[in-house]
């Protein structure tokens, strides 16, 4: 008998012996085989069979022990002295109250409910040690004695520290090469470059990298490089513990709404292809889909700082779309030491999470599903990965610039702009329909006529094949150049991959998926919004319209009206493009960002983000820059007058690129945020990390357990419990003594409510019954004065249910007593009056209700809130009702030729029905047309109910159909394209006005010195020769061009020239300066070595003083040992 004899047999795995002490720097692992886990499971659960309730609510305040025993059996059941021990304190904690209980101490307060509820507050909120021991301290004053409150934040966390699951400190190199585990868990140095596994012993070793004795020294000994592994397996145990959660995991299948729109992973094209070749995956929904993010960070927020930490991040596509990314639910498995970024080196880093889940994929793992209350074999896989381009060519191992798409690969049309120094991705063209007019309009792209079809997209068997034979040593030591191995059938190219993917090692299905790294949008919005308004409105530092870029325009010899012109006098002409907006188009376009104010919720404040000196915009983050070019460019670019620079483009055009995954990083990086807050040591900020992480993962897991307890890492919804309204701010009661505004507000309510519309019918067909032939204009205002009187005195059916006490009630009428309020919180939706918002930064006093008008047609009608009324009918029925001001339908609203709404505030209606209910309106925001600032611009407020009461899809909840920014775009875009002519499109805008570059500023010669001491710093630091003149004529340019220079060649001298020709700061002649004729040899195609020649003569004579030496501001610069280049050209050019 190997496990005894009984269910209930207790195994024994010491004798009175103490466990070995092990290493700080390991984790305290427990050590049994897989059989043994099993049999410890099934005893557990068969011993609290008995009592265990799958329902979690279940309990009277306290603490389910039994629950929490699930989740640390295999610690507790193994019989480890140190674990045990902190189990039996934690057994008692859970029994002890807080304090006596004849002292005032509630029962639902036990020791370890408070101390949890301190911890959670800790790390909810982000208090430092420090606070919460003063916390400790004073309450354990105030309290009546005695207490058992933690004398400090390390006894608080001591006590749940058995709640705590496992964490694996990893030994790396510190080149990356490899990670002492396995093979190279004894080692002392690394076997590829030598170095010393601790910081004590850094540098080659030359003694056998085994030492045998080597365990002696390890505890004062500290590592060079460490990563932390969180084992994911044990993370998923703990998670089908819970009930709630193994629910929820099931989600995606069971609860899910499917009707052809995209709304979770689980609707995509690449979940459904999956299921289809994995058939026995997709049986069980249990299975896991998980998605892998990494990216580095600054631990420290210091932006002079260059240190590198690097999570990896996995989040769980079961979960409904509302969590699976919240903090709660997204799991940390690996945290990398910096202070240096791991670059395509991650795999090694990889390789710990890699195998587990292969393991996952292969085997699988038996665990316990709390909600089914069964055992079964779950299996996992890494569905996609969601980083930035520069975290994702590091996973994939794609190379960067000229093959750097991350669908055509080496099909990638690239150019690469010598001036500018940038590449560039061409020939967009390709991916329009076949017979669109822009693939024919050669003149307005790049003189080419565009004929060929859009790149196949790589699959993951292609990518598979051609990186599989390549070979790469890992690390960041020096070591010798292997060349890529070109894939068979490749043409000669080189494969556009630096390494073979761990993922394609590990993971038998990575090659299957057809989306693996899936485009980050947060980032492509941010860099695409700056280069748009930088260009717009030409700020320095982001426009992408400069005179490099013209000068690439003159390189590639296309938009000739577009190249620089040089002045007579030296200056530099940049002609205005069709993007190049006047200074008073720049006003306008700012002031009616500046004027903005959205509603709560929608983004951040808008008009902070406006300079209306500098005519920019700053400061914005990434869901800013979302907004700002979704929503908001749209309408600023109205500004610009000039019909023959608009050129309009249909959106459903680009079919084939809409067909590609993106994902945004938000969730993430507010992620890494969470993990910076952590740090409380900064001399081990890492370390921090994972110990604020495991705390408040122990923490956590009981939260479920705790009656009325909020989760940490699930915020409470501002809007949970309030879908049917509640006031916030501004409340007032007022007694109508007349009864009249009571009573036009309640024959109003009558006619909206949907449980009196079969009254409604039943009233209309009796009024046209007793007076045929009257108009329905008629018979509306009759039955509108006749109905509440009518209604009350009808015979209703009475009842107990909830619809007849409803109706008997509205019959009564409501309380002449009526609350009145300045914001309302109803749908998802924040409003507030007129008043209120006068005051605020915000605008939410803006709604549109659909409503069916006299000829039975439905229309949207806008207007903006002026009060908000809440009528009491008794027995808790209270109807919020809004009094607007309503713009009218038929002359003040209109809808523009690109199908945005335009409302005209100054012609008002509909005055004689100013009141709705507040749960059919659907809320709006107004924008100053800049085009026209006597109206505005309707944009739909941000309803926020999605996983409010398990609402998925707000379609089913609202009584309002959602309208876009535009509406009909596709059939208006090609409606502007018939009307806009071929012929008159142009790329030059004929009334704009020029830059010109360079232009002559007051303290010139300032600037020279300042010039010239950067200059020197710049080439004495890469040891190339300096060339400064003194003259005065001879300006020096804050941008020196002489990087382009050979080596050891001098043309300094030649460049000052052609900046003096081309840019001239100074009012100078070609007779006071000599060396303009050479310039003229260079335009004439003459070799630049001749003119180097000659300008070298010049500089000889001219500039050198009589011994051949340099001046920069006077001051001699010694011809020493770093110009000898200089002198072995003169020798071989000047003899």
């Not at 039996?88 to 036990?110: H, M, N, R, V």
């Not at 915009?617 to 309408?635: E, K, M, Q, W």
């Not at 109910?945 to 309002?960: A, H, K």
């Amino acid at each position: 008998m190997e496990y005894g004899f009984t269910a209930n047999y207790k195994v024994w795995t010491y004798h009175g012996e103490f466990a070995n002490p092990e290493d700080d720097d390991e984790e305290l692992s427990f050590e049994m085989n897989e059989t043994e886990n099993f049999i410890i499971e099934d005893m557990s659960r068969e011993r609290m069979d008995v009592d265990v309730s799958t329902d979690s609510d279940d309990f009277d305040g306290g603490f389910d022990l039994e629950d929490m025993l699930r989740h640390v059996e295999p610690e507790v059941l193994a019989g480890r002295s140190r674990v045990l021990e902190n189990w039996q304190a934690l057994e008692k904690a859970s029994k002890d109250l807080l304090y006596d209980e004849t002292k005032g101490c509630d029962k639902d307060f036990i020791v370890l409910r408070s101390v949890l509820e301190l911890l959670r507050l800790k790390a909810k909120h982000g208090w430092s040690d420090t606070s919460f021991n003063d916390l400790m301290s004073l309450l354990r004053v105030l309290l009546p004695k005695p207490n058992f409150v933690p004398s400090n934040t390390y006894q608080a966390k001591k006590l749940i520290c058995p709640l705590s699951l496992g964490v694996e400190k990893i030994h790396a190199c510190k080149n990356h090469y490899i990670l002492y585990r396995k093979e190279y868990a004894d080692l002392e140095c690394c076997p590829t470059c030598g170095t010393s596994r601790y910081k004590m012993g850094n540098g080659p070793v030359d003694s056998e990298c085994t030492d045998p004795d080597s365990d002696k020294g390890k505890r004062g000994k500290i590592p060079s490089m460490v990563m932390w592994y969180l084992p994911i397996k044990d993370r998923l145990k703990r998670l089908y513990s819970n009930p709630t959660d193994a629910e929820l995991m099931r989600w995606h299948q069971e609860c899910r709404k499917i009707d052809g729109m995209i709304r979770h992973p689980a609707d995509a094209r690449q979940w459904k292809t999956f299921d289809a070749k994995h058939p026995e995956f997709a049986k069980d929904p249990r299975n896991v889909r998980f998605a892998l993010s990494t990216d580095g960070m600054n631990p420290f927020g210091d932006l002079s700082s260059s240190h590198s930490t690097w999570p990896v991040l996995l989040t769980m596509y079961n979960l409904p779309t509302w969590i699976c990314q919240k903090r709660k639910y997204i799991l940390l498995t690996i945290l990398i030491q910096g202070p240096n970024q791991p670059g395509i080196d991650i795999d090694v880093f990889l390789e710990p999470l890699m195998e587990d889940m292969e393991e996952l994929w292969k085997e699988g793992l038996r665990l316990w599903d709390e909600f089914k209350r069964e055992h079964f074999i779950l299996r996992a896989i890494i569905f996609v990965t969601i980083n930035d381009l520069p975290a994702n060519f590091s996973l994939s191992g794609q190379i960067k610039g000229k093959t750097g798409c991350l669908i055509c690969l080496e099909k990638t049309s690239y150019k690469y702009l010598t001036s500018s120094l940038k590449t560039v991705y061409m020939r967009h063209r390709r991916f329009l329909p076949q017979r669109h007019r822009y693939r024919k309009m050669a003149r307005l792209f790049d003189n080419t006529v565009e004929n060929d079809t859009a790149p196949v997209a790589r699959g993951g068997t292609y990518v598979y094949e051609i990186t599989k034979k390549i070979k790469v040593v890992y690390g960041k030591g020096k070591k010798k150049t292997v060349k890529r191995k070109k894939a068979d059938g490749d043409n000669g190219t080189t494969s556009p991959f630096k390494k073979h993917s761990i993922f394609f090692k590990y993971l038998d299905y990575w090659k299957d998926l057809e989306i693996r790294h899936a485009i980050d949008v947060m980032h492509l919005e941010k860099n695409v919004f700056d280069s748009t308004i930088g260009t717009l409105l030409d700020i320095p530092s982001k426009t992408k319209d400069g005179l490099k870029s013209r000068n690439d325009l003159v390189e590639l010899s296309i938009w000739h009206d577009l190249h620089p012109v040089v002045l007579p006098n030296g200056k530099t002409e940049i002609p205005p493009a069709c993007y190049s907006l006047t200074l008073e188009e720049k006003k306008a376009f700012c002031k009616c960002l500046q004027g903005v104010r959205v509603p709560t919720g929608f983004a951040s404040n808008i008009r902070k983000l406006v300079s209306m000196k500098d005519l920019t915009i700053s400061g914005y983050n990434a869901h800013d820059c979302h907004r700002l070019l979704t929503v908001f460019l749209p309408i600023a670019i109205r500004a610009v007058k000039p019909v023959h620079t608009k050129k309009v483009f249909d959106p459903l055009e680009l079919g084939p690129l809409q067909t590609f995954a993106v994902e945004t990083m938000w969730a993430y990086e507010r992620y890494m945020s969470i993990l910076k807050g952590y740090i409380r040591n900064r001399a081990h900020p890492e370390g921090s990390m994972i110990e604020g992480y495991t705390t408040e993962e122990a923490v956590e897991c009981c939260m479920d357990y705790i009656k009325d307890a909020n989760a940490i890492g699930i915020p409470v919804h501002r809007h949970d419990g309030r879908l049917s309204g509640r006031g916030t701010v501004g409340r007032k009661q007022f007694f109508d003594n007349d009864y009249k505004k009571v009573s036009a507000t309640h024959n109003s309510v009558l006619q909206q409510l949907a449980i009196v519309e079969p009254f409604i019918e039943r009233h209309l067909e009796e009024i046209k019954a007793c007076f045929p032939g009257r108009s329905n204009d008629w018979v509306s205002r009759e039955h509108k004065r006749r109905f509440p009187l009518w209604f009350k005195d009808l015979n209703l059916p009475v009842g107990d249910s909830v619809e007849e006490l409803t109706l008997q009630r509205l019959a009564c009428g409501p309380s002449s007593i009526v609350n009145s309020w300045q914001g309302y919180d109803i749908n998802g939706f924040t409003l507030s009056t007129t008043t209120k918002d006068m005051k605020s930064t915000a605008q939410n006093s803006g709604i549109r209700v659909e409503a069916i008008d006299t000829s039975g047609e439905k229309r949207s009608y806008y207007g903006t809130i002026q009060e908000i009324w809440e009528l009491d009918y008794g027995l808790n029925i209270q109807i919020p009702v809004l009094h607007c001001e309503w713009v009218k339908d038929t002359t003040g609203v209109s809808v523009d030729d690109y199908g945005l709404t335009i409302v005209d505030h100054s012609k008002t209606g509909h005055k004689d029905d100013p009141w709705v209910l507040a749960e059919r309106m659907a809320q709006v925001f107004y924008v100053k047309d800049p085009s026209d600032e006597r109206k505005t611009i309707v944009i739909s407020g941000k309803q926020q109910i999605v996983g409010i009461d398990n609402i998925e899809d707000p379609n089913d909840y609202n009584q309002f159909d959602n309208v876009p920014l535009f509406t009909d775009l596709s059939m208006r875009i090609k409606k502007v394209e018939r009307t806009i002519d071929e012929a008159n499109m142009s790329y030059v805008r004929a009334d704009g006005v020029a830059k010109l570059e360079d232009v002559e500023r007051k303290g010139s010669i300032e600037r020279t010195n300042s010039a010239s001491r950067r200059a020197h710093k710049y080439y004495r630091k890469r040891g190339g020769p300096v060339h400064i003149p003194s003259q005065k004529k001879l300006s020096v340019r804050t941008g020196w061009p002489c990087y382009k220079q050979p080596p050891g060649i001098n043309l300094c001298g030649y460049y000052m020239c052609e900046m003096l020709r081309v840019n001239g700061r100074y009012k100078t002649t070609s007779n006071r300066i000599p060396e303009i004729p050479y310039i003229a040899q260079r335009f004439n195609d003459t070799t630049i070595l001749n003119v180097a020649a000659d300008l070298y003569r010049f500089i000889r004579r001219d500039v050198c003083n009589a011994r051949g030496l340099f001046y920069d501001n006077q001051s001699e610069l010694a011809m020493d040992d770093k110009f000898k280049p200089l002198r072995e050209w003169e020798k071989e050019h000047m003899q």
